[in-house]
């Protein structure tokens, strides 16, 4: 992404539980979306907002779409134009 100022930086534990409970076939995209909700939340910014840097999503699928690990460590910077960034600390 271009780079911006970040006007907050926060690092979060993200457990992922709950994408545990979906069935086997579908836990990795429930991680992603699962992680882009709560980063939402955190930040209070919009879903659309939201951009996942493709080494958090590697993360998530390093061991396959069934085996997803149960939680994740972010770094989650917002940025001067309202989008939100979430990448490994």
Request: aromatic share 4%; charged share 35%; proline share 6%.
């Amino acid at each position: 992404m271009e780079e911006q100022q970040a006007t907050e930086e926060i690092f979060l534990n993200i457990p992922l539980r709950k994408a545990k409970l979906v069935p086997t076939t579908r836990r990795a995209d429930a991680a992603i979306r699962l992680i882009r909700n709560e980063v939402a939340r955190k930040t209070k910014s919009e879903l659309e907002n939201v951009w996942i840097d493709p080494k958090v999503n590697e993360n998530i699928w390093e061991r396959g779409k069934k085996k997803i690990p149960s939680k994740v460590r972010v770094r989650i910077l917002k940025l001067q134009d309202g989008t939100t960034e979430v990448i490994m600390p």
